[in-house]
């Protein structure tokens, strides 16, 4: 299942809590914000489509980020987000990148993107 489908599963969740399989990291995704159309709300819905969840906690869930940044690292447009152009570097900003450190235009991109 998709982060997509878990996500449009449980709308009543106002915050998931979403960690990666094989990095320590933490964000968040916001199951009752999927229907916004400004470019965040696309690119989460974009971004969530690509993940699967791997594995359902009681206080969120797993899922793949870090393979789907393994699948996309060479894929022409990460060249032209990112400074260091490799999976930990990626990684190491990922927070970051969902917690809004970057513009809406660069999410979007960055959803866009991925395969």
Not at 13 to 31: A, G, K, R, S
Not at 53 to 80: P, Q
Not at 85 to 93: E, G, K, Q, T, Y
Request: with cysteine.
């Amino acid at each position: 299942m998709t982060l997509y489908d878990f996500m449009n599963q449980h709308k009543e969740i106002d915050e998931l809590t979403v960690w990666d399989t094989d990095y320590d990291i933490e964000v968040y995704f916001y199951p009752s914000d999927l229907d916004i159309a400004d470019d965040t709300g696309k690119a989460e819905m974009i971004i969530a489509k690509c993940l699967n969840v791997v594995k359902i906690h009681k206080d969120g869930v797993t899922v793949n980020l870090s393979e789907v940044i393994k699948r996309n690292v060479n894929n022409g447009t990460f060249e032209n987000l990112f400074v260091d152009n490799d999976v930990d570097s990626i990684m190491a900003d990922i927070e970051n990148i969902f917690a809004g450190y970057v513009s809406e235009k660069w999410l979007l991109d960055f959803a866009e993107s991925l395969m």
